[in-house]
């Protein structure tokens, strides 16, 4: 079964608008086993669309068009819809009906061509999920379907969860189930955990009974997705369940985290768990720390708050820690003074050189690490690449893990005075 | 001249990226003049390749592939081009010369297959940029060509610059130059200025002088972009200055900056030339307004450093200033507090009210702004729209934009004691 996507809209071709849509639908029809070998934009012109529709139904099996079904005068993927097919098109009174109290129930005037939305081609059948006012068709074509949804994600993504692609498995004979799991590591190359997994890839290739894919996500890791396929849920899940022990086994406390986790959620729930609260001094990292932190839900439960400085003289004004230069002592008295400013159980803290501005002794990317804890205090000195905003977002990464590891390694006290 | 953009890559067709270089390419058309009717996206699979690349061709006048261009076996777009040249492939020796140096000078050891990024099919010809490992080529067909470009973003980017564009624009015959400039505006809809500028619009219809058009760009405002063309560089950037004047005079303070500006370099450039000093006191904000500044150029010269707090107990510790429910007096204080405390001549500060932390008083979305300046203190309350994450975002930038405000509006003193 092929399925190919076609995006609609001049703004796509003029790049006022990227296309994450298509994005988002090849990965839902890779999860569910349809192949799609070819995604293609089309601007709102009539004839064009109809030839990239038709072409596209030529060599594949299904379409789903993306946009063009609003009410406004570019709006013509409907009347394309109804040329390939070959067929007129007729309102629908039960959409418009809809249509019309959509507009009520929120107080807004509706102008006519509104109800344009609810002309469908004759023979094509609108999808019962609705959640704006234009709404999905499903146009069969001999042993062939188009299928055309609005551009708005999540109106697309509630048509393609609940219409398409139950509607294509059935049509392709799915009946096994497809399902995968993000395992996201930190702290070593994609080659790196190729070759500590490198038994197991070869024992999988011979098996069949899972595949292991790497993904380089720059400061989000590297992410190794494990995907299965059985009869039911219940056994696939199963088979993933095992697989994560086994990659788990490999690679140890590279592994922060599964899907949706981030470095972040992980290590305010650990903080949590753990009964401790933090507090965060940052120099070359100029707020992005906070801000991981602060985007993460509940994370006032444990985040009390940050300071940054950026020059000396603040520095010591408002830490009262004196010094210019980067080093592990001045690391370690930032993340002592910012814990106890902020009243916190941990303190953490980094400085560094980006290539803005150079120093003497450190080469540009010299960062150091310090974590405050108790009467304890760790440091780290690490060494990352790349312009200023790379090593920004290195250090913040680096800071978190390093975080992490020390807080899953350590034997922490309950609660430390604070 | 139509030129159609075929992006290379199965990951691309997964998900697993999304495509921006497309949407970046088809931007640098539309500015040239060249029309770009499709944009398709095509895996690492020669025959599909071959036919996508092929069709593509027969309904433009040139295409550029993007991707595909690297060292490993995935790597295929050299072979479908040779295939649909109907030639053979030739090691370019001053290519493979410059790869085994790029090694070298990085101290990194070069495995073999880095070099069949040197292998050139015969008749094409080599780009003289040359960022990465990858040349990239330009194959010419009887009267069409095609432009065979890597997928690394500064790569690609870096070429079509230096060959592609000018290349198009002279196949095109394109004598004519066209610019445009984008005005960058904070604190009215799209539908106001539209109608603000509705006698404009409708003189640059009739005249065809240049065309004005808007882009809401969510927290970065909405952008109002001025188009034109004319014979010259000269003549084209006196039209867009002249124009930019008329649009200027209308929307005034609305526009806070031009093309590449942001919110942040305005502000911070402002202060800079008052010579003025800033810390900021972040609450509901939790570090993005900290980031943006940090992340600008030059900001260390003026951006002292900033608080967080999250808790009443820890803004009463860290800054001294008592109270949990926001409301402007407390956002006064914290914005002094702040300033005090790092002895800067502004200090700014916002606090509110989302949807993860009701208050019986208050709505969420409620943001209160202040600013202190010497004796002077200034604040606003604002009502923001959406879910926590779009209060954070929206209350930085109304925050910035309050501060800009102020800044053009007052004579300040150039250098508050501090």
Same mark, same amino acid.
């Given at each position: ?6 995006? +609609? ?17 090849g ?5 569910a086993?349809i192949?799609?070998?070819? /995604?293609?934009?089309? !601007? ?5 669309m109809?030839?990239? +529709?038709?072409h596209?139904? #030529? ?5 789903i ?6 009410? *406004?005068?570019?709006?013509?993927? =409907? ?10 098109v ?7 009906t809809?249509?019309?109290h959509?507009?009520?129930?929120r !107080? ?8 344009? /939305?609810a ?9 019962? /999920?609705?959640p ?8 069969p074509?001999?042993?062939?379907? $188009? ?5 708005? @994600? ?27 799991r ?17 038994? =197991?890839? =070869? ?18 890791? $590297?992410?190794?997705? +494990?995907?299965?396929?059985a009869?039911?849920?219940t ?19 590279? +592994?922060f ?25 940052? *120099? ?6 906070? *801000? ?16 940054i400085?950026?020059?000396?003289? *603040?520095?010591?004004?408002?830490? !009262?820690?004196?010094?210019?230069? @980067? ?9 002592q003074?910012? =814990?106890?400013?902020?009243g ?13 501005m ?5 080469r ?5 690490? #310090? ?16 312009? @200023? ?30």
């Open positions: 079964m092929r399925c190919e996507i076609v995006a +609609i809209g001049t703004e796509l071709l003029l790049g006022q608008i990227t296309d994450t849509n298509s994005s988002w639908i990965e839902q029809l890779a999860l086993g192949d799609s070998y070819f /995604q293609v934009k089309v !601007g709102d012109n009539l004839e064009r109809i030839d990239c +529709i038709q596209a139904l #030529a060599r594949s099996d299904a379409v068009t993306c946009g063009g079904l609003g009410p *406004t005068q570019d709006d013509i993927t =409907r009347e394309a819809l109804a040329r390939i097919m070959g067929v007129g007729e309102r629908d009174a039960a959409i418009a809809r249509i019309r959509m507009f009520e129930s !107080g807004r005037e509706m102008s006519a061509n509104n109800l344009l /939305q002309d469908v081609p004759i023979g094509a059948t609108p999808m019962a /999920q609705m704006g006012t234009a709404p999905g068709l499903v146009c074509l001999g042993d062939k379907v $188009i299928y055309a949804v609005p551009g708005v @994600p999540s109106e697309m993504r509630e048509m393609m969860q609940g219409t398409i692609l139950p509607d294509l498995k059935r049509r392709a004979g799915v009946n096994s189930v497809i399902r995968s993000v395992l996201r590591t930190w702290g070593h190359s994609e080659s790196g955990l190729a070759e500590i997994l490198a038994e =197991r890839l =070869r024992e999988l290739d011979r098996s069949k009974r899972a595949t292991l894919a790497f993904q380089a996500s720059g400061i989000e890791g $590297i992410k190794v997705r +494990i995907t299965a396929k009869d039911s849920d056994a696939v899940m199963l088979i993933i369940d095992e697989e994560e022990q086994q990659v788990r086994e490999l690679l140890s406390t590279y +592994i985290g599964t899907d949706e986790q981030t470095m972040e959620s992980v290590v305010l729930e650990c903080l949590r768990l753990k009964g401790l609260s933090i507090a965060v001094a940052e *120099t070359v990292t100029g707020g992005l720390i906070s *801000t991981r932190l602060s985007a993460t839900k509940n994370a006032r439960e444990v985040f009390r708050g940050s300071v400085v950026n020059d000396p003289e *603040t520095q010591e004004r408002v830490l !009262g820690v004196a010094g210019a230069i @980067p080093s592990l002592e001045l690391t370690a008295a930032l993340a003074a910012v =814990r106890r400013e902020f916190a159980d941990v303190g953490i803290a980094s400085t560094g050189i980006d290539t803005s150079p120093s003497a002794d450190l540009p990317g010299t960062v150091f690490l #310090a974590l405050s804890l108790g009467d304890e205090c760790v440091t780290e000195r690490i060494r990352l690449p790349g312009d @200023p905003e790379r090593v920004r977002e290195y250090s913040v990464i680096s800071l978190l893990n390093f975080l992490r590891r020390r807080l899953n390694l350590e034997t922490l006290p309950d609660r430390s005075p604070s």
